[in-house]
């Protein structure tokens, strides 16, 4: 109830948006190149115009947020090198389109977290929901609890790293890019993919179409060791390898008869 | 520059390479030895090449080069390239051209970005902000129609 709090105090103009103006609240506690702000009774507007004062034109680099309380579309544009936390858990669109900020969750995340993200590093705590780092370009995004359905769609480069276990179409479309699933992952993994890898530790409920086992290589192993190896993770575990198989690849060129043997 | 250009109708542009869209070429883009200090990890977020490990060696018109996702263009590189390098010293490369500020997709953002962010984005610390004073541009003699 305390969170709703929050959420009354904001009030909403006609098309429903919250904070049409575009005031900063510069209510940070800065010290040096850190600062500290509690988010409980902010908009997320509010939230992102304060992230971006302090990191644009404070000179922060280290910004710690009490209280995102869940909010949607929180950190998303940081376009700087910074570190960002968030003592506790945000909403849907978390931390999209950065490019540079190092991230930390200390809670979950909702759908589409980093989603578009060209680089930097998140880290989340707990669980995130469907359509985790969607259209991904780069970066690294560890999820430490389980993702929901079509992780990594669109993914097109970046590595996505889940200790937990996966939803349905993981990496559906994917073009590029790396994902190390440690637990199980639901029906139609690498749907339609078209490049990429997929590391998956547990069970495959099924593959998707196209998703086809790889060949394990040494480049494979330096590859997810130093990885684990970064983020503190410990030993991986043994995990299979999957790739596209390109048969899609030109399908539109291919003959009718043709395409329904691919598919 | 690419030799896929053409300006007349029905013909478009084929291509566009770094040094079209800038108009010249770069030193680091034919001397090794202005890339080689480059430090990728310190260049990059977190404790790891971080989105430099999609960046490959490619090749354009038949050259060496390397892909500008800021620019959407590629970036030739003249000098030989030892073997066995030929990732590190595209990242090099790159990362140069970003920081240099000579990237088009950079030197666009003083008069077209929208939302204040900084100029060189997260390869220089400090960078100065811009796009704090976007205005919709006017074209000159046009009037929105009524409907």
């Not at chain 1, 559906?172 to 890019?177: C, N, S």
């Not at chain 2, 090449?49 to 038949?62: A, F, K, R, T, Y």
């Not at chain 2, 390869?123 to 009524?146: F, H, I």
Request: aromatic share 8%; charged share 25%; glycine share 12%.
């Amino acid at each position: 109830m305390a969170a709703l709090a929050g959420e009354h105090s904001i009030s909403y103009d006609a098309r429903g948006l919250a904070e049409p103006d575009a005031a900063v609240p510069k209510v940070s506690e800065i010290s040096g190149t850190s600062a500290e702000f509690d988010a409980h009774d902010l908009s997320t507007r509010q939230i992102n115009l304060e992230l971006r004062w302090l990191i644009y034109e404070q000179g922060v680099t280290d910004v710690t947020v009490r209280n995102p309380g869940a909010k949607h579309s929180l950190g998303v544009g940081i376009l700087s090198r910074c570190k960002i936390t968030f003592d506790g858990s945000l909403g849907y669109f978390g931390c999209g389109i950065i490019d540079g900020p190092e991230v930390h969750v200390k809670g979950r995340v909702g759908w589409s977290a980093c989603e578009n993200m060209m680089s930097g590093v998140v880290v989340i705590d707990g669980n995130a929901g469907s359509l985790t780092g969607a259209a991904m370009r780069g970066g690294d995004l560890v999820v430490k609890g389980r993702v929901g359905a079509r992780s990594g769609i669109d993914q097109k480069g970046g590595t996505i790293i889940v200790l937990g276990s996966a939803g349905s179409m993981n990496g559906f479309m994917m073009q590029r890019g790396r994902q190390i699933i440690c637990g199980d992952v639901g029906h139609g993994l690498g749907d339609s993919m078209y490049d990429g890898t997929i590391y998956v530790g547990g069970k495959v409920r099924s593959l998707g179409i196209d998703c086809v086992p790889g060949e394990w290589t040494d480049a494979d192993t330096e590859f997810v060791e130093r990885k684990f190896r970064i983020y503190g993770l410990g030993g991986p575990p043994q995990l299979q390898k999957f790739v596209c198989g390109k048969k899609l690849y030109n399908y539109d060129n291919l003959e009718p008869s043709e395409r329904k043997l691919v598919l | 520059m690419s030799e896929h250009l053409a300006y007349s109708e029905p013909e478009k542009i084929k291509s566009i390479d770094a040094e079209f869209l800038s108009g010249h070429r770069f030193p680091y883009q034919e001397d090794i030895s202005l890339v080689e200090d480059v430090d990728l990890d310190a260049a990059t977020p977190g404790d790891d090449i971080n989105w430099l490990e999609d960046v490959e060696l490619l090749s354009e018109d038949g050259t060496p080069a390397v892909f500008d996702r800021y620019s959407n263009s590629f970036l030739k590189i003249y000098f030989p390239i030892p073997a066995g390098r030929e990732n590190e010293i595209a990242r090099k490369v790159l990362i140069t051209h970003l920081q240099s500020g000579n990237s088009y997709g950079i030197r666009l953002k003083e008069t077209h970005c929208k939302f204040p962010q900084p100029e060189l984005g997260p390869w220089v610390a400090g960078s100065r902000t811009v796009g704090s004073e976007w205005k919709p541009p006017v074209l000159e003699g046009w009037e929105a129609p009524l409907h």
